[in-house]
C-alpha cells in the first residue's frame, strides 16, 4: 500500500479528508512495506489500538444482508478520501463523514457481485493489515500490493488496478526535467513510511534518503518546505497533488529509467477465506480493464484537489 495527513491548505486539499494506498502501489505498496509481527506486548497494544479505531470510526452496519466491511485509510486520493458530501459513489463511515474513491466504488461494486452490502472502516495505514487478521474487517482495499513479506500474514487477489512509479518535484526547480530516476543522485528524496515509495528510494545511487513521512501528505509538506527535493508516489495520486499545488509537477520516467517496483494494487483478505478471495476473484473478472481504468479518471476528476 497501503496508502495520510495535515499540511498547508493547498495540499490539505490534495488528500481532504483523507487518509493514506500503495500500493500505494502505497509499498510493494499505497498504495506499502508489510506489517512485521511484533513482541507479545506490543502486538497486544497494537491490536487494542486497532479495536478502538475501528470502533471508533466505522459506520453502523447496514440493515439486512450479509455485510462486507472493507477497510482503507481514506485519505489517499484519488483511491481513497473523506467528504462530508454524498454522491451516487460515497458510502458513510461516520454520522457525519463519507468515503468516497475508486477504492470505495470498487469496494461497493464487489459487494454487490457478491451478494453484500459494503460498509467501509476507516483506519491507520498500519492497522489495516492488524485489523483483518482481527476480524474486524473482511477485506482491505486501499491501493495495497501483494508482496512476499505481507503474504506471510494475509491472501490477495490478483491486482485490480496498476499504476506508475513517479516522482514530485518543485516545478520551477532543478530536476523538473529528469526522466530517470539516477538524475536524482545527490538528492534528498523522500517516500511514506511502510510503503514502496520508500522502499524504491535506494535504487537511486548516491541519493540521500530522507527518513520516511508518517504520512504521504507529510512528505508533500516537506517538499513546499524545501526539506527535500523530491517525494515518490504513484501517477493518479500525483495528478491531484499537482493539481491542488501548481508550484509542484511531475516527474514520469523513460522506459527502462524508472523504478524496479511492483506498481499493481490488489485485495487482500483473511489466508482461511478461501471462499471470499474466490467470490471477490469472481467478480473482478468481470470488470475490464476499460472500466477500471474509467474508474479511475472519474475519482481523478471527482477528488477534492480537482475541485
Known sequence: ?????????????????????????????????????????????????????????????????????????????????TTTTTNEFTQPITDVDYADGYDVVMATKLADAIGRKVQIVKLDWDNLILSL??????????????????????????????????????KDG??????????????TVQGQMNTIYDEVIDQIDGVTHQPAAETFPAAIQALEAGAVDGVVSELPVANGVVAANPDLSIVRFAEGKGFDADTTVSIAVRKEDTGLKDQLESALSAISTDERNQLM??????????E
Open 174 to 187: 532543478e530536476y523538473a526535467g529528469a526522466d530517470d530516476i539516477q538524475a536524482f543522485s545527490g538528492a
Open 133 to 170: 487478521k482481527n476480524d474486524q474487517i473482511d477485506a482491505i482495499i486501499a491501493g495495497m500490493t501483494d508482496t512476499p513479506e505481507r503474504e506471510k500474514e494475509v491472501a490477495f487477489t490478483s491486482p485490480y488496478y496498476e499504476s506508475e512509479e513517479v516522482m514530485i518535484v518543485k
Open 297 to 306: 479518471e472519474d475519482a481523478v476528476d471527482r477528488q477534492p484537489a480537482s
Open 1 to 81: 500500500m497501503k496508502k495520510q495527513n495535515h499540511l498547508t491548505t493547498s495540499v490539505i486539499a490534495v488528500l481532504a479528508g483523507a487518509a493514506l494506498l500503495a500500493g500505494c502501489g502505497a509499498s510493494s505498496g499505497s498504495t506499502a512495506a508489510s506489517t512485521q509481527a511484533a513482541p507479545a506486548e506490543s502486538t497486544t497494544a497494537s491490536s487494542a489500538a486497532a479495536e478502538e479505531a475501528a470502533a471508533e470510526t466505522s459506520a453502523p452496519a447496514a440493515e439486512g444482508g450479509e455485510v462486507l466491511r472493507v477497510g482503507m485509510e481514506c485519505n489517499y486520493a484519488p483511491f481513497n478520501w
